[in-house]
């Protein structure tokens, strides 16, 4: 069976192979902007309901081509569309299989019609409440892994008959696997089986592929593109560096940064005394909040991480290391910066349930130093996101957050 499996790998590889592009990708974009993957989450169990999962994804449901039209004004040119891949691997939906494919088709060609660009990005999380299967479930059951590749393939085949120019496809969001040092490299096969389904349908339009663990330059740098010739390909990364400022409060992201709340951007921004009094507050919740057992860890980590960013030097340092390891991949691997795509960054605004606000002056000034990062290298990039915890232009249930993110997207040349 492994080689009957094997065997049709490399046929799949070979095919795709041969009808790939030989020039450079088909489909450019310099700035953009991740929509939203859920706003209500609603539960599996209600997944077979059309009045509940349709129009797909969801922020359908409430975004029309007006809102869309307002992101190209305000200085996007590209749409990252997140979409939920355990949604297609539920059984619930098989009735609306069909409906669900046609809506995110839909969905791009809203997005064209407001005059952006489209990213269909099939957004894996992890599992949830609600049921669905998630990335873990994904990756450690081959079973799991051949239906999602057959779901890349039936997606190619759905946006294939799109315009290249104005669609590309990004085939895994952010995979959790050949993080531990030392552990075999499961990601490179993979990648090459999904990116062999997706070519074999979708012929012609550009795919977006990210390396290893969360998407991060380290995943990437571990890559050779040589393994995939062809070079109609976007290679993506995702950086939410320094994660210490980037999540505070996020409840999702460990057992520590739900204590960390207050730290500006930049630190250093504010006299020393201010900081302290914030880290002070930090460190008084946990104290008070943490498993007993973890207080020591979480004080000790706290102070190894601000002193790696409390200066203008050593936060730049911190901001800069991605990009250049990035830098230095595409450069060994010869890389044009046209093809490359800093796919996530951003800053919280307010996680769920935490009344601490971040403050908007704060959030733009971290949005614009990664810009500027980003655009000196002729990299593409797409904040996330558009509402939500990090929302840019909404906050929660349709409410507008403050407007200094979208301040600096108009304001840039």
Known sequence: MVAMIRTSLMALLALALSVCAADAATFTMKRGINLDIWETWPGEDKWDDANVILPFPEWRQRLGEGDLKTLKAGGFDVVRIPVDPSVFLSKKTEPLREQLLESVLESARMVN???????????LIPSGG????????????PANFDRYVELVRQMGLTLAKEDPGLVAFELMNEPVVDCEQGEAKLWPERLKRLYAAARATATRLTLVLSGSCWAGAEGLATLDPKDIPDDNVIWTFHSYQPFLLTSQGATWAGDFIRYVTGLPYPPYAVPRAELDAVLDKVRAKIRAEAPMLRRAGMLAYLDEQIALIDSKEKLEAELDAPFRQVDAWAKKHDISPDNIYLGEFGMIRQEYNNPYVMPGAWRAAYVNDMIARAEARGYAWSIWGY??????????????AEPDVLEVVKGLK
Do not use: P
């Open 113 to 123: 019609a407001a005059g952006l660009k489209a990213v269909v990005d099939l957004h």
């Open 387 to 400: 509402g939500g915890a990090f929302g840019i232009v909404d906050e929660f249930e349709g409410r507008k």
């Open 130 to 141: 609600n049921g669905q299967i998630g990335m873990s479930e994904v990756m450690d059951d």
